[in-house]
């Protein structure tokens, strides 16, 4: 809702587009799919205005046309709705009418000089030169069919709401104390200790006997359960089988080169890490010390700081502007600063330091041909799709269809949802995703419609001929399989009982490398309540280690089936004032959330103040059933 309500004031390119799309709705053939209705009842009343239906369907098809024209195929009507394009359509209307009817009433007016200058300073009216050029202005207005009325109209009402929204928003900073409180709990790190028993590494267990596995599959049957299995038919048209015979000309690949240059250069790069300082003083002697061969990290942290790697940047996106130049000043690894900023003083170290440069024609020639024969190849399938499709709703079967276009009919026998065969091995045809998804949403017996594969990657159609259910594999046929779970179940109890006798003398305050004997003994890493599944912490670690105070431990289950004794080693405050840099970022989303809560908020406040009022069945009236 939210997001809606801040999208009303679009850009006046993007609304010269949405005509200019209107025009075009006769070749896409949109406009046959919407029937405009007689009227007796607006569609949507917001205060004291109101909007019809012909208003809500054609904003509707404005936003649908953008959509249609950007995905370069087939999509339906009733596709675009189900995407919620019309109910974010309705919610902008009500937007919109919220917002101009609060500025009508606190009597917020736009002076001619600033919309003067707002379309002077827009850069698509402006030459060569850069000033603004009436006639670039004018043909701009023709081409999208606007009178010059029309559009100081409609962008005196963007300044209208963008102002009122600005004023609502004008100065929100989340409190001081609060963002501090909710960093120190975000940002608080910790440190364990870990004893990691792997179950595999337990002994063996004696072998079960038959009534033992068999009470043992009797109570785990959804472990043993054989996959919903289906076979069909489909045909998949890629670009590649339609790509041996193109080849584009040098003319044609220069002029790919020269529209795409801005692709090809690539702008100098830093991998930089940052020290903040409260003062000036305290920052040189910093940068002295790592110039005399202290460790950056280390130092920083030595001196109450701390060194956050800001990663690769480029000069627009260094996260200090302040540091942008001399940064990037240098032509080899060093340090850059001190300088001073609105966080305090920093100190850069840069790491690595990539020189920009702009790729030759001769560098991208195969990357540029490519894309063009992949481009032109993707044309080629469109009528070939709607071909088979029109052929398939003739009445014609799959194996028909494909017979008469000369297509390849791929067999697809007894596979479940991951592509894998009966005996759970991968089938021979790889198949898309969406493939596999179509064929497992189908009902038997029925072919599925002609659909565009994710990323211009082709077409495709299924028919799903046989179903076979899910059903619990016989005991006999998969014993050796219920005695590996058994066996695997018993090595991770026997694994427990060892960490929880670890964790017994650890609590005791026993030395780790006594407790672990012949089993992995480490430290983690500092960690945060929530980390990175690749993080190289336990996955279940922090939820358990955040409950304990140094010196206590507890056993952790990993998903791996391993054990794990861990003790809480120590805890590492988060100082707002040491990382400043961090905090700030911190700082940013937290009064961001805080403006996106007041602007829902605000809404809401002028909905009930206004009254807003959606005849939903009307709307929907105008659509082909």
């Not at 001190?338 to 850069?348: E, K």
């Amino acid at each position: 809702m939210l997001d809606t309500f801040r999208k009303h004031s679009q850009h006046w390119i993007i609304k010269i587009l949405f005509v200019l799309l209107i025009l075009s709705f006769g070749i896409w053939g949109i406009g046959d799919v919407v029937r405009l209705r007689a009227e007796s009842q607006p569609a949507i009343t917001v205060g004291h205005a109101e909007i019809g239906a012909r208003q809500v369907i054609e904003e509707f098809r404005r936003q649908a046309e953008q959509i249609v024209n950007m995905s370069k195929g087939k999509i339906s009507m009733e596709q675009i709705r189900q995407m919620g394009v019309l109910d974010n359509t309705i919610q902008q209307m009500v937007s919109r009418g919220l917002l101009d009817q609060e500025a009508s009433r606190l009597k917020m007016t736009v002076a001619d000089d600033t919309l003067r200058q707002i379309i002077y300073n827009e850069p698509a009216f402006k030459n060569a030169e850069g000033k603004f050029d009436k006639q670039r202005y004018q043909f701009a207005l023709s081409r999208a069919g606007l009178t010059e009325a029309m559009f100081l109209a409609e962008e005196r009402g963007n300044i209208l709401r963008d102002g009122l929204l600005a004023s609502v928003e004008g100065g929100l900073a989340a409190p001081s104390s609060s963002v501090e409180a909710l960093f120190r709990y975000a940002y608080e790190q910790r440190v364990a200790e870990t004893v990691t028993f792997p179950a595999e590494k337990m002994p063996e267990p004696a072998k079960a006997d038959d009534a033992l596995l068999k009470t043992y599959y009797d109570g785990h049957q959804a472990e043993f359960m054989a996959p919903e299995l289906r076979s069909g038919v489909a045909v998949i048209l890629r670009p590649e089988d339609y790509a041996a015979d193109i080849k584009p000309s040098d003319a044609d690949v220069e002029k790919a080169y020269q529209a795409r240059q801005a692709e090809f250069v690539q702008p100098e790069k830093r991998t930089i890490a940052v020290a903040s300082f409260a003062d000036e003083a305290k920052a040189k002697a910093f940068a002295a010390a790592v110039a005399g061969g202290k460790d950056f990290a280390a130092e920083a942290k030595a001196e109450g700081s701390e060194a956050v790697d800001m990663g690769t940047v480029e000069p627009k996106t260094i996260p200090v502007p302040e540091l942008a130049k001399p940064v990037f000043a240098l032509t080899a690894p060093g340090l850059a600063g001190p300088v001073q900023s609105a966080l305090g003083w920093q100190v850069a170290k840069v790491s690595a330091v990539q020189a920009g440069k702009s790729r030759s024609l001769a560098e991208v020639r195969d990357l540029i041909v490519r894309d063009l024969v992949k481009a032109e190849a993707q044309s080629k399938l469109y009528p070939v799709s709607t071909d088979l499709e029109d052929t398939l709703g003739s009445g014609a079967s799959l194996e028909e269809a494909a017979g008469s276009k000369n297509l390849k009919l791929i067999k697809l026998t007894d596979i479940d949802a991951q592509n894998n065969g009966a005996d759970g091995k991968p089938a021979a045809q790889s198949l898309p995703p969406a493939v596999l998804e179509a064929l497992f949403k189908a009902d038997k017996g029925t072919t599925g419609s002609v659909e565009k594969l994710d990323n211009d990657a082709g077409y495709y159609v299924v028919r799903v001929d046989t179903v076979t259910l899910p059903a619990v594999r016989p005991l006999d046929r998969i014993k050796d399989r219920v005695a590996a779970a058994w066996a695997f179940e018993e090595k991770q109890r026997a694994a427990r009982k060892l960490a929880e006798a670890a964790v017994e003398r650890l609590n005791k305050g026993e030395p780790l490398a006594a407790v672990a004997g012949s089993f992995k003994a480490d430290a983690t890493q500092p960690f945060r309540r929530v980390m990175a599944p690749d993080s190289g912490v336990p996955v279940n670690l922090p939820a358990a280690a955040f409950k304990l105070q140094p010196g206590q431990a507890v056993v952790v289950e990993d998903p791996s089936g391993a054990v794990i004794a861990a003790r809480l080693k120590s805890i590492q405050p988060a100082d707002p004032k040491a990382q400043a840099l961090v905090f700030q970022n911190a700082r940013e989303q937290f009064t961001k959330s805080l403006g996106n809560d007041l602007m829902v908020s605000y809404r809401q406040a002028l909905t009930q103040n206004l009254g807003v009022s959606v005849n939903r069945p009307l709307i929907d009236a105008q659509f082909e059933k």
